[in-house]
């Protein structure tokens, strides 16, 4: 490790807003420089939400190597770039109101879609505009808001590699202490990574037998796994169930009154996400000869899953259907891991604590970094 104690920033962009953690390194781990920000796209670069481009046209020109984002992609795509810059320089201002007094700053990015060959775009975007050179509007943006950068920006890493890092490297993630796990981050969609041996990888590495859960569909519901337990995914449901319009309102706010609609969401929600868990838990048993020590869930369902208030129609629904399906379909040796005796072990399936996983793990690429050179200089 260096002398000195580098400010590393991570980004954290989502469909519809961005966030930025000013992160330091102790005793090599990530822990939070207490300053953050956060602000939406909601606006957009039009003055109201943008439309996404149908994704069949999206996948149909990235197959053609002909990817044309319209103009409207072009101009949201900028506001987003400056948008994250603000937030970027407002997160540093927690640190110094002057910028300039700051040293040069490392700054990881994570961001949902395809990326392009060299990591610095977006081909396919399921929620947000397509950019093919994302990573330099973004530099331009920070040149421009007054901050200083000690390397260009590294490729752009997936919200689920970015999450699974952080809750690894971070003094307060949740795979720090197990070698073998999956993580699940709940949001406007479904993020996942898996811990094999120590290390983290993207479902795609897997292998190609294997489909991320947004290309995954429920054998019991006949829909795919991230419109049934991701956060937007509910609150969609929810809202077609009990004709509310107001985007403002939520299917967890609506859970805690009580509402009848609200609840049978969150119900469907958990036992679907049993039946993913089991299908992770059996796959990785059976291709690999794993046995998962720990499966993790983050983001806002990670938040609901923590809820005592929400637990009698998500948490305990959880942890009883995938105990069932368990004891029905698992092996022995992933039985004597999770149902010991016939009893759950209530350590083996954990809501993450760290909100901010997707920003550390996205900072996270400069510790790597600094490793593997200091390691290369013996």
């Not at 420089?33 to 020109?61: H, K, P």
């Not at 699974?164 to 073998?180: F, I, K």
């Not at 838990?281 to 938040?303: N, S, T, W």
Request: proline letters at 3%; hydrophobic letters at 50%.
């Amino acid at each position: 490790m260096s002398n000195f104690a580098p400010l590393l920033v991570g980004v954290d962009g989502g469909a519809t807003s961005v966030r930025a953690h000013v992160v330091s390194v102790q005793h090599g781990l990530l822990v939070d420089a207490g300053a953050s920000a956060a602000e939406t796209f909601a606006d957009g670069a039009a003055g109201g939400a943008f439309v996404v481009v149908a994704i069949q046209r999206q996948l149909a020109e990235q197959a053609a190597h002909a990817v044309h984002p319209t103009v409207a992609e072009q101009r949201e795509a900028q506001h987003r770039a400056r948008v994250t810059a603000a937030v970027v320089a407002q997160a540093l201002r927690g640190l110094s109101s002057t910028l300039d007094k700051l040293p040069a700053v490392h700054v990881g990015v994570c961001w949902p879609g395809l990326k392009t060959a060299d990591g610095r775009g977006i081909l396919v975007a399921k929620n947000g505009p397509r950019c093919v050179d994302l990573l330099a509007e973004l530099e331009a943006a920070l040149v421009a808001e007054g901050v200083a950068l000690a390397a260009p920006l590294p490729a752009l890493m997936s919200d689920g590699l970015a999450c699974g890092l952080g809750e690894r490297l971070a003094a307060a993630g949740a795979l720090r202490d197990v070698q073998q796990a999956w993580y699940f981050g709940g949001g406007t969609g479904l993020a996942e990574a898996v811990l094999v041996d120590g290390q983290v990888l993207t479902v795609d590495q897997l292998g190609p037998g294997w489909k991320r859960g947004w290309e995954l569909r429920s054998r019991t519901f006949q829909e795919t796994f991230e419109e049934l337990v991701s956060a937007r995914g509910m609150d969609a449901r929810w809202r077609a169930l009990s004709k509310v319009m107001d985007g403002a309102s939520h299917v967890d706010d609506a859970a805690r009154r009580g509402e009848s609609s609200a609840l049978a969401v969150m119900r469907q929600a958990a036992a679907a996400f049993a039946e993913l868990m089991v299908e992770r838990l059996l796959k990785m048993h059976a291709d690999r000869g794993v046995v998962l020590q720990r499966i993790v869930v983050g983001q806002r369902v990670g938040e609901w899953l923590a809820d005592e208030a929400l637990a009698p129609c998500l948490a305990d629904v959880l942890r009883a259907e995938l105990a069932t399906r368990l004891s029905m379909d698992a092996p022995a040796a992933v039985l004597r891991l999770w149902l010991p005796e016939g009893v759950e072990r209530p350590e083996r399936l954990i809501a993450s604590r760290l909100h901010a996983a997707p920003a550390f793990g996205a900072a996270s690429v400069w510790l790597q970094q600094e490793g593997e050179e200091a390691a290369a200089r013996g």
